[in-house]
């Protein structure tokens, strides 16, 4: 059960003063107005934040509801859970600042999305959580902007079309981002700047972040060997050298949760991984090599605190990120190519105008909001869920038709 539409909000945005919390609030008022056909309200901890937020967006916004919680005050948390039925949250990291609003939600049977890419936070937030998710009605689904909206939408995509085409599911499938053009915020640096430090001190946690399954339930734990490049790789299906694509290590976890929640649709032995391009000859081969070590610089000096403070001063800070022209001006290609085990292959293309990370993330992270608000019946059982196993086509039409990405079969063969 699910709360009723009475609820004096349909949606609200928790960390509406966020660089992509801008973003989102932005689009949701140029695409939904305020208090008309959808009831929403921006929140965070700071008044007059919050304020300046709503001046900056003009007089449209001049009727926009602002809720004032910290995310570390239960009461507050609670009494915006109670009035209404989908929060969406930008304040991360999660792992620093998530837990109070996650437990709010569950608590007050409150529908939930988020960015976080955290893959050690949801781990420990389905363990926590589930079970009174699930007798709450409250739907929780993460990972709902670049990582890993394109992802686990583009592989729900892919097998839908296999079956239509081959009658059965692709057993492998591999995803290369062709072209990713935006640049990272500094939330999303100091995300990942905590992943390197909490892993550095943990060995456990290590292994968990090493492990492919780690957010599966304890009952999907395939023995098969997952793909995972490690370093520059030539790719012989795209004629293109391969680079590790960082934000891999969330969206294939999420990928192998949505076919856990699917009922193993995609197969037991279902394998996944994901990789950058970085084109042909020597140019490909040198950007690989370099794409592979800098990464693993900027996730050693994050580690260590000698060199924690030096990467600070170089990444953008909380609150940065690119400009609105940056972010109009990017864009991302992914190629997606399965494999069913008796040989038959189909490729595919997901593309989305704007940058990945803010102008694309602000309008996925929306609809996710709004398809969870008006698209999933009140039957839809409560629990940890993923945006393709829960959202599936109805997420699929809003991103088509209003968040600017395409879906598409290039080649069966
Ligand atoms: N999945 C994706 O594709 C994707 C893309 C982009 C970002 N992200 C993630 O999204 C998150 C936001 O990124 P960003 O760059 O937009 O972050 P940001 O600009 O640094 O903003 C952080 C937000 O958290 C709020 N906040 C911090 N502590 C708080 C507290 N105690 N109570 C209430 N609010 C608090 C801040 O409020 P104030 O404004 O009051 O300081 C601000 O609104 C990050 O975790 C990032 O990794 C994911």
Redesign the pocket.
């Known amino acids: 059960m699910t709360k009723s539409q009475e609820t004096t909000y349909d949606l609200v945005v928790?960390?509406?003063?966020?660089?992509?919390?801008?973003i989102l609030s932005r689009y949701l008022l140029d695409s939904y107005g305020t208090g008309q056909s959808v009831k929403w309200a921006i929140a965070?901890?700071?008044e007059s934040?919050?304020n300046t937020l709503k001046g900056e967006l003009g007089e449209k916004a001049k009727d926009l509801p602002v809720i004032l919680?910290?995310?570390?005050?239960a009461a507050a948390l609670n009494a915006m859970c109670e009035q209404t039925r989908v929060i969406i949250s930008?304040?991360?990291?999660?792992a620093?600042?998530g837990e109070p609003l996650v437990q709010a939600c569950v608590r007050n049977g409150t529908d939930y999305c988020?960015?976080?890419?955290?893959v050690q936070w949801i781990r420990k937030m389905v363990e926590r959580y589930e079970e009174e998710a699930k007798s709450s009605g409250a739907r929780i689904v993460h990972?709902?902007?670049?990582?890993?909206?394109p992802s686990d939408m583009g592989v729900w995509f892919l097998q839908n079309e296999a079956e239509a085409t081959f009658g059965k599911p692709c057993q492998d499938v591999r995803m290369r981002v062709k072209v990713a053009k935006g640049e990272?915020?500094?939330?999303?640096?100091?995300?990942?700047m905590n992943i390197a430090k909490e892993a550095a001190a943990d060995p456990k946690l290590r292994k968990e972040l090493a492990n492919p399954f780690s957010i599966c339930p304890p009952d999907h734990r395939s023995q098969t060997r997952q793909p995972n490049l490690k370093g520059a790789e030539f790719d012989k299906t795209f004629n293109a050298w391969l680079a590790p694509f960082v934000?891999g290590a969330?969206n294939t976890r999420v990928v192998h949760r949505s076919n856990a929640m699917q009922n193993a649709r995609y197969g037991k032995e279902f394998t996944y991984d994901e990789a950058m391009m970085t084109g042909r000859g020597t140019k490909g081969r040198l950007a690989a090599y370099a794409i592979t070590g800098g990464l693993a610089a900027f996730f050693t000096a994050s580690a260590i605190k000698p060199t924690r403070w030096l990467v600070g001063k170089f990444v953008?800070?909380?609150?940065?990120?690119p400009s609105p022209e940056a972010q109009k001006a990017g864009f991302y290609d992914l190629r997606f190519v399965g494999r069913t085990e008796d040989g038959k292959t189909i490729i595919t293309k997901v593309t989305g105008d704007q940058d990945?990370?803010?102008g694309s993330?602000g309008k996925?992270?929306g609809e996710a909001g709004m398809c969870l608000a008006f698209d999933i019946p009140a039957g839809q059982p409560g629990g940890f869920w993923t945006p393709s196993s829960l959202l599936d086509g109805k997420l699929m039409e809003r991103l088509t038709s209003k968040a600017g990405l395409t879906f598409e079969v290039l080649e069966t063969r």
């Open positions: 928790f960390g509406a003063t966020s660089f992509v919390g801008q965070g901890r700071s934040k919050l919680a910290d995310a570390s005050d930008t304040v991360g990291p999660y620093l600042y988020d960015l976080t890419g955290e990972c709902c902007g670049f990582d890993s909206i990272f915020s500094g939330g999303t640096v100091a995300s990942m934000m969330i953008p800070q909380p609150g940065e990120g990945p990370g803010y993330t996925m992270l």
